[in-house]
């Protein structure tokens, strides 16, 4: 200690400096004493918390002189003022950079007063809470873990439902990873991808437009990874510069300085296969230490999910369309007409292919299938908007709602050049009806019978065998 400083400072005040140097001496924690000038008047036990070269010798310095951390000495240096001018006391946990080590301090400062009552400076005692402190993090973000893999096997739950439900998982995710953005990427097939779904939290950030059929055979890298079920983890883009040019031109084209990408690998259900579906991604990441597992439970919960989905729905599929056509089935048909609630306007139409019957005994029903296939096509092209149904082997319902018939009319003229096109030759039936009293069984039964009287006026046409054997033309 500077022994003129110590006698002018006691004599200046009338205080015993002993007793304050005795005090914080005896202290076993960190302490010190400043002036009112914020010099370090007495320290002990400082060195955890300054520069190497002032350990043991930090009296007659401040703060500046002593510590590393610019915004630490700003705020101490507005603390103190503050208790020297208003003689409060001060106590708060703080985070300070030592020498590239984060330490937490928990600090208590009061001032000093003489005889007279007057503030002469401030005594200051430092308790290390470093380890408390980051077992309580460690605690807190374990039951942020806890509470982030729930709200996602919640979601999970519905998935299968709504596929549209990642939005949300991606959106946790990128919290999770303190990211800007988080995709899921899906394989369209072996090779290609496209950006299905995307969380950003900046419009700004967003490529989706732009991760569209993507050859992933430019990315051979990543390819194998996903494969083989590794992660890919790019801390630092630049270190892939000479390996992977391409990857690093690419990545950083979308201003994209680290990433972390996971597969989505599920079983294929008619081989038992494992394939590849998709990846997860997030941009530029801050990861945690247990970063890793949630990651792996993440990919395995939405893997399971994913194929839940996909099953689920193919059976939805069945249930609703016609296997053969992609046509609404007749399941469907049923519940349409049930469920009907008249609207402005109505048209029906009711459709049947002329001698397949003949067709399939001739060549056979596998080549059957691939007409009614033909037919289909034509109806979904001719009859965009409208509710198509196959409600039998030849048979064909079509509900147009709120359309002009002068429309529905040359939708059934188109339908019927695109068949005749293909050699094939079709009966239709029509009903057009207006107003809230819409009957719509009535309607069927009306263009049922229309395409029945259609039906025998073309049989009737065909006069000679050459015409019967026209009918239906293989090619």
């Not at 960190?30 to 002990?44: H, P, Q, S, Y």
């Not at 046509?327 to 402005?344: D, Q, T, W």
């Not at 064909?396 to 429309?407: A, G, L, T």
């Not at 207006?434 to 006026?457: F, P, Q, V, W, Y």
Request: aromatic fraction near 12%; proline fraction near 2%; charged fraction near 30%.
């Amino acid at each position: 200690m500077d022994s003129e400083w110590y006698k002018k400072f006691s004599e200046q005040y009338h205080i015993d400096m002993d007793i304050i140097i005795n005090t914080i001496r005896q202290i076993p924690i960190c302490g010190f004493f400043k002036d009112t000038e914020l010099i370090f008047r007495v320290a002990n036990n400082m060195d955890p918390y300054v520069k190497k070269e002032y350990r043991n010798n930090i009296e007659g310095l401040k703060d500046s002189d002593v510590l590393d951390d610019e915004e630490t000495i700003k705020m101490f240096e507005k603390e103190d003022k503050y208790i020297l001018q208003t003689g409060a006391n001060k106590r708060y946990i703080h985070k300070i950079n030592i020498d590239s080590t984060i330490k937490y301090m928990d600090i208590f400062k009061k001032p000093i007063y003489n005889l007279n009552n007057e503030i002469i400076g401030l005594v200051c005692i430092i308790h290390d809470t470093t380890k408390s402190v980051e077992e309580n993090i460690w605690i807190q973000e374990q039951l942020k873990l806890m509470s982030d893999i729930t709200r996602i096997d919640k979601i999970l739950l519905n998935i299968q439902k709504d596929i549209s439900l990642i939005q949300d998982i991606l959106r946790i995710f990128a919290e999770y990873c303190n990211s800007g953005r988080a995709y899921f990427i899906e394989f369209t097939d072996e090779c290609r991808v496209k950006n299905t779904y995307e969380y950003c939290t900046e419009p700004s950030l967003s490529k989706k437009e732009h991760l569209f059929d993507i050859d992933m055979r430019n990315f051979p890298y990543w390819l194998e990874q996903f494969f083989e079920e590794k992660h890919i983890f790019i801390e630092d883009i630049e270190t892939i510069s000479e390996v992977m040019p391409f990857e690093y031109e690419y990545l950083k084209g979308q201003n994209i300085k680290s990433l972390y990408a996971v597969p989505i690998v599920v079983e294929d259900a008619s081989t038992s296969k494992k394939k590849l579906v998709a990846f997860l991604g997030v941009d530029n990441p801050l990861l945690k230490k247990q970063s890793s597992f949630f990651i792996d439970r993440l990919a395995f919960s939405l893997s399971l999910a994913y194929s839940n989905y996909k099953e689920y729905n193919e059976i939805l599929k069945m249930n609703k369309y016609d296997l053969s056509t992609n046509l609404l089935n007749r399941n469907e048909y049923i519940r349409f007409v049930n469920s009907y609630e008249p609207k402005k306007r109505l048209a029906c139409v009711y459709i049947d292919v002329n001698g397949l019957h003949d067709y399939n005994n001739k060549y056979g029903h596998l080549m059957g299938d691939d007409l009614l296939k033909k037919v289909a096509n034509a109806l979904l092209d001719s009859f965009q908007g409208a509710s198509i149904f196959r409600i039998g082997g030849d048979e064909f319902i079509v509900f147009c709602e709120n359309d002009s018939k002068k429309n529905v009319l040359s939708y059934i003229n188109e339908f019927h050049s695109k068949t005749e096109e293909y050699g094939i030759y079709v009966s239709s039936g029509l009903t057009y009806a207006t107003g809230k009293d819409i009957d719509i069984h009535k309607m069927i039964k009306t263009a049922d019978a229309s395409m029945l009287e259609n039906k025998r006026k073309f049989y009737c046409n065909l006069t000679d065998i050459e015409d019967k054997s026209k009918l239906i033309s293989k090619e």
